[in-house]
């Protein structure tokens, strides 16, 4: 099979690395990739986000299969355009990817499948934003309506920066805040059916102990030893697979990874967001413990052909990823730092890497090109021994000022 990934991150590299393992993949291809995917992948620098150029370098691959990575490559309609050109492709079309890129919009979905998740307002004006903080009480929580990379959500006690952030974004959703613990768990979906992914829970804060502010991940982990046995045939029967009818209802049918973000609360299950492609970072640890081969199963979504009683085969032990984020992020990263120790690194046994913002300057170096710069995968026999694994690689790493979480998947 002859395999397209579009985008540049941690999330594609990933996808990517799984492709590449799969037997039935002859040919693979990113665009525009990264300096990872370079080393098992052909990489063609093309905007993804671009309906004609991407269509264009489908059509002179031969692409039996194009995946799509970003949420920003869905929302510019390019697996409409690839569609209509006769390409199979994994991601949903533009109508479908608004659940990600309108919380609104989602909201909507939400109450007409009767999917559970927290009371919220859609605010046009100050006005409506002022009183719907009045009404739900701190902690305050306030969303940008449409897309921000995964910073676009403010969880606060400080009622003045929960105003700053509405007024800042126009469009907002203000929620009540959900008490619990959050999981991600990605479902894979061919328009009718769906079939579940490993849940994951990734760390959003940029600090130690859930400190600073949101940003798009720094580190994720799967299993997770403590989540109820029941919870992924409870989410896809009363979360997932409603979502997905309600819009096939709508005639835009859902065809990628539809990923549920959860919070476990005192009541019980409750959606906090949905999104519209794998999530980042949990992907890189979800498809590491992945044993069915990747290929066929995107396909099978992408062509309608999706066994509604097929379940994916997985590898026993954990995985836990930490991101390397470089100086600055995630308010404004510093670029060009140069980036060393990534083969001292890979030759900790279990671990590897995952480019997520890197690429070769003038004279060659690996530098820093983005927030977040590299995952470091730590995988082992169980959760312990993969964190303690990861951080082990992440040591031999050297990129100036950068920074990590320390306490990924510390569950003492």
Known sequence: ????????????????????????????????????????????????????????????????????????????????????????????????????????????????????????????????????????????????????????????????????????????????????????????????????????????RAYDGDEGPNTGGMGAYTPLPWAPPELVDEVMSTVVQPAVDELRRRETPYVGVLYAGLSLTSKGVRVVEFNARFGDPETQVVLDRLATPLAKLLQACAIGALDPDFRPEWHPGAAVTVVIAAEGYPSTPVKGDEITGLDEAAKVDGAYILHAGTKLDADGRLVANGGRVLNVVGTGPDLATARTTAYEAVSEITLRASHHRTDIADLG
């Open 1 to 204: 099979m002859r395999v397209l990934v579009l985008g540049s991150g941690g999330r594609e590299h990933a996808l990517a690395r799984a492709l590449h393992r799969d037997p039935s993949v002859t040919a693979l291809h990113c665009a525009p990739g990264n300096p990872g995917t370079a080393d098992i992948a052909d990489n063609h620098q093309i905007d993804p986000t671009d309906p004609v150029a991407v269509t264009e370098l489908a059509g002179r691959l031969r692409a039996e299969l194009v995946v799509v990575g970003p949420e920003a490559v869905l929302v510019a309609g390019v697996g409409d355009a690839l569609r209509r050109a006769g390409f199979p492709c994994f991601g949903p079309d533009r109508a479908a990817a608004r659940i990600e890129a309108s919380k609104a919009f989602a909201k909507e979905v939400m109450a007409k499948a009767a999917v559970p998740t927290a009371d919220a307002r859609i605010c046009d004006t100050t006005d409506e934003a002022e009183k719907a903080l009045d009404a739900f009480g701190p902690p305050y929580v306030v969303k940008d309506d449409g897309l921000a990379a995964g910073k676009g959500v403010v969880v606060t006690e400080d009622r003045a920066a929960a105003a700053e952030h509405a007024a800042a974004c126009g469009r907002v959703v203000i929620e009540e805040f959900l008490d619990g613990p959050e999981v991600s768990l990605f479902a894979l979906s061919d328009g009718e059916n769906a079939v579940p992914l490993l849940p994951a829970q990734d760390f959003k």
